[in-house]
């Protein structure tokens, strides 16, 4: 009963096409079981019902190894799998002001900064100016530094304050504690 014939995506070798011999053998139990002809090992492989695998072809001998060859692939892509949920992937979060922002409006703005900033993510403050707002770049300035003070708990600035032709931007990132 052959169950995998081809060679694998990690550039294993298993079963019948296993080529060299001898070999050195690690059965079942992860016992150095010595240095076997190929054809031994792969009876005895299929005696317990695994397959032989080899783990190691340039070593002097190759190394082949007896196990359950879906269960292997099964746990690595396992491990892929947990090692990418791991990961926390930094996110970017845009709020969008004006020079002529209400005080009761930046609040609520300055909330929804607040709880993404204690979610970890990034936020970044863009204040856009339209016409005759670009003569009032302080009173943009001084919102900005408004924020920065009621935010000072929950995140400090990555990037400042600066001016990129009619927009205003800030970067502000999470306190990690």
Avoid: W
Wanted: hydrophobic share 35%; with cysteine.
């Amino acid at each position: 009963m052959e169950r995998y014939t081809a060679i694998s995506k990690d550039n294993l070798r298993i079963n019948d096409r296993i080529r060299t011999s001898p070999i050195r053998l690690i059965d079942e139990n992860n016992a150095q079981a010595g240095i076997v002809n190929t054809k031994d090992a792969l009876t005895r492989a299929m005696e317990v019902g695994l397959d032989l695998v080899e783990v190691a072809p340039t070593s002097t001998p190759p190394v082949c190894r007896i196990m359950d060859y879906g269960k292997y692939l099964y746990e690595q892509k396992r491990k892929v799998k947990l090692s990418q949920k791991k990961q926390h992937a930094v996110v970017l979060k845009e709020i969008r002001l004006r020079p002529k922002i209400d005080d009761h409006d930046r609040d609520i703005k300055v909330g929804h900064a607040a709880k993404f900033l204690e979610k970890g993510h990034k936020v970044q403050f863009t204040m856009l100016f339209r016409g005759r707002e670009m003569m009032h770049v302080e009173q943009g300035h001084t919102i900005m530094d408004q924020i920065v003070e009621t935010l000072q708990e929950q995140g400090k600035v990555e990037r400042k304050t600066q001016m990129l032709g009619r927009r205003m931007t800030m970067v502000m990132t999470p306190i990690k504690g």
